[in-house]
């Protein structure tokens, strides 16, 4: 059993709906994080963190550190966010050393 | 501004060849980091440096290796290509101790026929 878990690992919207990607994981983490990953692209940094809940835009991340679990939220989505959104999370004694999802595959359309 | 980069951004090789990619950013980080991306693997770490001189081995290392001899760089030698090895390369780095945001580089795409 792979120590992250994304679900789902492909996801098909509409423009306008609302999205909801997964992560669960298994040890324990100091930091969790979310990555964007555009076709033939580079790889974004879009949230870090170790509890509660970020916003940025359409973009909400939350994490329940008890759960061990850990969402992503698009809303309004658009075509422009179909991309790879990965999950990756840094144990406390890792210092920048991550350990990755299998990614989300996002495609949003018209 | 401080930027990551890579180069170069895509090689094709063959088996048995020694290659090296660079990596080299600005952000003045102690931390930096190489990973391979394959499709059904995702991201797996190969190899990691917390500072000038310190390099450690990470999940996948095996035929790959790097040195630090100054803060911006961390060079990635393949000693001798292996078809296995055809792949998409990233580098990234990130700030002392741990619980800080990543940047990567571009990525390189490496063939090795």
């Known amino acids: 059993k792979n120590e992250v878990e994304q679900s789902p690992q492909n996801l098909t919207a509409q423009e306008g709906e609302f999205i909801t990607i997964n992560c669960s994981y298994s040890?324990?983490?100091?930091?969790l994080h979310w990555l964007q990953q555009h076709p033939g692209g580079g790889i974004v940094s879009l949230f870090m963190?170790?509890?509660g809940k970020k916003k940025h835009g359409r973009l909400i991340a939350t994490i329940n550190i008890q759960e061990k679990h850990s969402s992503l939220h698009i809303t309004a989505s658009h075509p422009r966010d179909s991309a790879v959104y990965i999950c990756?999370?840094?144990?406390?004694?890792?210092?920048?050393?991550?350990?990755f999802g299998q990614g989300t595959i996002l495609t949003v359309h018209p | 501004d401080a930027e990551i980069t890579q180069s170069p951004r895509h090689k094709i090789t063959e088996t048995g060849r020694q290659v090296t990619l660079a990596c080299h950013q600005t952000?003045?980080?102690?931390?930096m980091f190489w990973y391979r991306q394959d499709l059904g693997h995702g991201l797996r770490l190969i190899h990691y440096?917390?500072?000038?001189?310190?390099?450690n081995k990470g999940e996948v290392s095996d035929g790959y290796s790097v040195s630090r001899s100054n803060t911006e760089d961390l060079p990635l030698t393949l000693e001798s290509a292996a078809s296995s090895q055809t792949s998409v390369y990233f580098c990234?780095?990130?700030?002392?101790?741990?619980?800080?945001?990543?940047?990567f580089g571009p990525g390189t795409r490496l063939t090795v026929l």
């Open positions: 963190l170790s509890s």
């Open positions: 990234a780095s990130t700030g002392t101790g741990g619980m800080n945001e990543q940047f």
């Open positions: 040890v324990g983490i100091s930091a």
């Open positions: 440096s917390y500072g000038v001189h310190d390099t």
């Open positions: 990756a999370v840094e144990s406390g004694t890792s210092y920048g050393k991550l350990t």
């Open positions: 952000w003045n980080h102690n931390n």
